[in-house]
């Protein structure tokens, strides 16, 4: 493992060490990365759970206390929690709904490699193998991982306990449906670029059933990794009684501005009621 920083203080209670050494199960670690910029704070954190660490940033407005909204951002395969995308939603919604952002690694992607950073090809192919070989265990630890992660972050006094929304496409709907599916924090989602189809298909069929919160679904029209028929297909399956479907022409990395920009739209209008203007 790449040597990391020594966490610093945490804010809500003691830090579990990112090396392993004994810590309160589910504390959440501060590492020494705090940044201020146009009115967003970003910070690096860990959390540990059954001996997981998870690896995360979070983007909160630099001034001011919650309760606020708090969207959970999932990104894509190959990527990271630090991929432009993701890091430009959470810049988005904070500064222009005064909505907090989170984000953590994926399975084998991002902080919770060993080693230098691999080629974005041979994570995919990792990501996919295990996919593969273990999706039901692969999908229940992420689940269990962001439920974790989100206990931490509502204690933080500039989140607290608002509501709570999803973001993540294409792995991030692999991986994150299941959550949306399980959490019933998660008051809005948006999904899309995945379709009823891999190999959790049947898991993701399920889960898709029981999600019962307002849905924005991204699809594009173009797209051979996941093609528009088992999209719609997916989102037919959305047990959600408000569930929208935006279709864009365009291969799967084609999703134009627009579609992040109704994305933000979206979850903050569903979740407003805990939102604050941002000063």
């Known amino acids: 493992m790449a040597a990391l920083p020594e966490p610093v203080a945490a804010e809500v209670e003691p830090a579990a060490r ?26 690096r954190f860990d959390v540990v759970r059954d001996d997981r660490r998870i690896p995360g940033l979070v983007w909160t407005p630099s001034e001011g206390d919650g309760p606020r909204p708090l969207v959970l951002l999932g990104h894509g395969g190959s990527g990271s929690k630090r991929q432009d995308y993701v890091v ?15 984000a953590i690694d994926g399975p084998v992607h991002g902080d919770r490699r060993a080693g230098p950073a691999a080629p974005a090809p041979l994570v995919l192919a990792e990501f996919a193998q295990l996919w593969a070989n273990d999706g039901a265990g ?35 709907t692999i991986t994150g449906l299941p959550v949306v599916a399980a959490d019933e924090r998660v008051g809005a989602a948006v999904l899309g670029l995945m379709g009823l189809t891999g190999p959790t298909r049947d898991r993701i ?16 029209w173009e797209d051979a990794m996941f093609p528009h028929k088992v999209a719609v297909e997916l989102w037919e399956a959305l047990g959600s009684k408000d569930k929208q479907l935006l279709a864009n022409p365009g291969g799967h990395g084609d999703l134009p501005p627009g579609a992040f920009e109704a994305s933000a739209r979206f979850l903050a209008h569903h979740l407003a009621e805990g939102a604050r203007p941002p000063a």
């Not at 430009?88 to 989170?102: E, Q």
């Not at 962001?146 to 006094?157: H, Q, S, V």
């Not at 889960?207 to 849905?215: E, F, N, Q, S």
């Open 88 to 102: 430009a939603m959470a810049r988005r919604l904070v500064r222009n709904h005064g909505i907090a952002a989170a």
């Open 138 to 172: 692969m999908t229940d630890a992420m689940v269990a991982d962001w439920r974790a992660t989100l206990d931490a972050l509502r204690a933080l006094p500039d989140v607290g306990d608002g509501p709570v929304g999803w973001w993540g496409l294409s792995m991030g």
């Open 205 to 220: 069929a399920r889960d898709a059933a029981r999600v019962r919160c307002p849905v924005l679904f991204l699809v594009q």
């Open 18 to 43: 990112p090396n392993g050494a004994s810590g309160r199960e589910g504390a959440l670690a501060w590492l020494d990365e705090d940044v201020t910029g146009k009115g967003v704070r970003q910070r």
